[in-house]
């Protein structure tokens, strides 16, 4: 019981003759003293220490008479210790109903240069929703070799007694993070060199803080990210998936590297950015037109779109006149202007898909091939649009075919090297049995008629097969052959490949064949959200693939927020904090749905 570490014996006070029961009023406390701790230490990222400031004190009196104050030494070895020891009860059970779980795993350096690594656990629960916690959240001494992490992240598996649970692991493309897990959760010494050139050496590198402290535009060159820094994909016979959203953001680097006027534009406009973060003069112009000019972080390109966008917000004319108030005036040309408008109307969707797939509250997996299909007919259509930037769309072009390979192979009806980027098949799978997406976004594509069949008897089959992995259902060749049939015989095409046709027993009627199933499920015209959908079908089979496809995430960004909240707990001011408080307030922070 989390109140008993709390309450405190005292003796009974005597009113009269009569003395009280104080058990209501013991009670009563240990609630307050856990609403303050949840809700001001925890939720609202108080220091320990409010609780004993006399302002708080006094506060608290006026709000309870009764109230007995606490203190930060109660708090820090009691109250919030028991907190963590109920909310790791409750992750452990829930992780016992979870069939199959995905990680999201990464490394991070605090302002006292102390590594930690995070892993983050994903599952379909019963009622078909997506669940995300914080499994561990630990200091990481060791080198940061990929059999190191790969040993730490075994032990917190063994210590939830989830390994063999586990579906797949999203990391980002750090060469330490692809070896480590590119074999599975068990290391192969036999196909495993390190590399020690390519270690992930956090140790050594500079804090953001201070980089962009010494941060100087004028001196700014795009990373040369060498074909060699990133040959490593993932194996289709690995458990690890790249991250989606970092593979998307390095195509984007890929693009503007290689065209030098937008370079030197983008340039002009990290000088003005700058500036309108230093001087005083352009900080009252541009509240005086209502606007502003975004903060650049040279970690994301999304901030260099959004630092463009908040540019031509502003108007040529009120631009002009605010660049005079510089102290080295930058001039924005015409040409300066449109290039700008064609770089953000280029890299618009490339920012809304970012932001999309890197949910932790939704399902993001099925996300990935129509981003794909999308941002490749965005760059079709809009190339005949443009004056200036055709160079980037075709940088673009080439940069996704390379990155997302497996992908575009699949969809040109191109055979699938196994060790081509995002050459997992889960990825179509996972669009297909989305009631958001099924097939509808092939038309995108355009394709001729006999292709696009082909592709859609392709991603059945990988379904159909997925599926067939289960002992208990029919074998492989049973199924292949069903789904030749299935696709043979006109009448069940056009039930296969038409969505506009309402079927009332698609999704209410228990069906057992895996072929029959995909077929009520591509027939049903129900388009409303994954678990509403999910919750009430009776596809058995798909279900069940379902559960284990979609605890997949699109993007390692889970695990990038725990380390958003641990830079908040761990100020500038509160730099001194113990490094086991440390980690339970980033514990207890992201998993402040179970307190």
Not at 249 to 266: A, E, F, H, M, T
Request: hydrophobic content about 35%; glycine content about 2%.
């Amino acid at each position: 019981n989390e109140h008993e570490y709390f309450t405190e014996d005292r003796n009974g006070i005597e009113d009269g003759h009569e003395p009280i029961d104080l058990t209501n009023i013991k009670e009563k406390e240990n609630r307050i003293i856990l609403s303050i701790t949840k809700n001001l230490i925890i939720r609202c990222n108080l220091p320990l220490n409010l609780v004993e400031k006399p302002a708080f004190r006094d506060f608290m009196k006026e709000c309870n008479l009764k109230y007995r104050p606490v203190s930060t030494k109660r708090l820090k070895h009691d109250v919030i210790p028991s907190l963590t020891s109920t909310v790791l009860t409750r992750i452990h059970e829930k992780l016992i109903t979870a069939d199959h779980v995905t990680l999201t795993v990464d490394v991070w350096s605090d302002r006292r240069c102390r590594s930690f690594i995070g892993i983050t656990c994903h599952f379909i629960d019963q009622k078909m929703s997506t669940q995300a916690y914080l499994i561990d959240f630990f200091r990481f001494k060791s080198p940061h070799t990929s059999e190191n992490i790969q040993q730490m992240t075994d032990e917190v598996l063994e210590r939830f007694n989830i390994k063999k649970k586990v579906f797949r692991i999203v990391t980002d493309n750090a060469s330490s993070m692809i070896k480590a897990y590119k074999f599975g959760l068990s290391i192969d010494t036999e196909n495993v060199e390190i590399d020690e050139r390519n270690q992930f050496i956090i140790e050594n590198d500079l804090m953001i803080e201070d980089f962009e402290e010494h941060f100087e535009p004028d001196n700014l060159q795009m990373v040369n990210m060498s074909s060699s820094d990133f040959d490593e994909y993932e194996d289709s016979s690995s458990v690890r998936l790249s991250c989606f959203a970092h593979t998307l953001q390095l195509c984007i680097r890929d693009g503007l590297k290689n065209v030098p006027y937008i370079s030197k534009v983008l340039g002009k406009c990290q000088i003005l950015g700058k500036c309108s973060n230093q001087s005083s003069k352009i900080a009252n112009a541009l509240e005086e037109l209502n606007k502003h000019i975004s903060k650049m972080n040279i970690t994301r390109w999304n901030s260099e779109y959004m630092l463009m966008k908040s540019i031509l917000s502003i108007g040529k004319n009120d631009l002009d006149s605010i660049v005079k108030l510089t102290d080295n005036p930058v001039t924005f040309l015409n040409n300066d202007f449109m290039v700008l408008e064609e770089v953000v109307d280029i890299l618009e969707p490339f920012y809304d898909i970012s932001i999309k797939c890197q949910s932790d509250t939704i399902v993001t997996v099925s996300i990935v091939v129509p981003a794909i299909v999308h941002c490749i007919t965005h760059l079709l259509e809009i190339r005949k649009k443009l004056s200036f930037c055709t160079k980037l769309v075709e940088q673009l072009h080439v940069s996704i075919d390379k990155r997302f390979s497996g992908i575009i192979h699949r969809l040109n009806l191109i055979n699938v090297e196994r060790n081509e980027p995002f050459n997992d098949p889960l990825y179509f799978m996972a669009t297909i049995l989305d009631p958001s997406f099924k097939f509808y976004w092939l038309r995108d594509l355009n394709l001729p008629i006999n292709n696009e069949n082909r592709l859609k008897q392709n991603i059945i089959q990988l379904i159909v097969d997925e599926i067939s992995q289960d002992s208990t259902l029919p074998s492989p060749k049973a199924t292949s052959k069903a789904v030749s049939v299935l696709l043979t015989t006109s009448k069940l095409k056009k039930k296969l490949f038409v969505y506009n046709e309402y079927d009332e027993k698609s999704n209410d009627t228990m069906v057992s064949d895996p072929v029959a199933e995909i077929d009520s499920y591509l027939n049903d015209p129900i388009r409303t959200r994954f678990s509403d959908y999910w919750s009430t079908s009776r596809l058995t089979s798909l279900k069940k693939l379902v559960k284990r496809i979609f605890s997949v995430q699109a993007s390692s960004a889970p695990v990038e927020r725990v380390f958003s909240h641990a830079g908040l707990i761990l100020s500038s001011r509160r730099t001194n904090m113990s490094e086991q408080l440390f980690k339970d307030l980033v514990f207890l922070k992201v998993n402040q749905s179970l307190l």
